[in-house]
């Protein structure tokens, strides 16, 4: 069964890196993206309107993984550089949400595990989306969504 949270994710980083593409590289001759760098354009919107990454975000991401996750992972899962995600990280560590650990199979990585509080804010988090993003997927048939997923993914790589 398809996490329809993490079409919404997929479907969110797709739409930031196709965006960051296209305010880097302008509407080029055979750009695929032209028309919809010229539509920004007439529309004047910034080529990142919404912000992707949030420590909440990471907190769904971390929640994933019960036997931790390294940093580095963590910022892949969600799209960015490591030093944003390490910025992240290290607040939600301030603010109790996380803690480190040093990998017991490699003495120089550190995993990364939600504490209590990280746990319940995570469940929130996912709780809300499901509210917010609820039925939005209800069109499609478990097949539809997994052949979007696969898109998705296929189309992510490129942009990689």
Not at 31 to 51: F, I, N, W, Y
Not at 52 to 66: C, F, N
């Amino acid at each position: 069964m398809i996490n329809e949270t993490e079409l919404i994710r997929k479907m969110l980083l797709f739409s930031r890196k196709a965006r960051a593409g296209i305010a880097g590289s302008g509407p080029a001759a055979g750009d695929p993206c032209k028309k919809a760098h010229e539509l920004g354009r007439k529309l004047q919107q910034p080529a990142l309107s919404e912000p992707l990454l949030s420590r909440e975000h990471l907190l769904v991401i971390i929640r994933e993984y019960p036997q931790g996750i390294r940093q580095k992972a963590v910022a892949e899962k969600a799209g960015v550089n490591q030093s944003s995600a390490s910025e992240l990280i290290s607040k939600l560590a301030e603010a109790g949400y996380i803690r480190r650990e040093p990998d017991p199979d490699d003495k120089r990585a550190t995993l990364i595990f939600l504490t209590e509080k990280g746990k319940e804010r995570a469940l929130q988090v996912q709780e809300e989306r499901k509210s917010l993003y609820g039925g939005i997927f209800d069109a499609l048939s478990e097949k539809e969504k997994q052949t979007l997923s696969d898109l998705l993914d296929k189309l992510l790589k490129k942009r990689a």
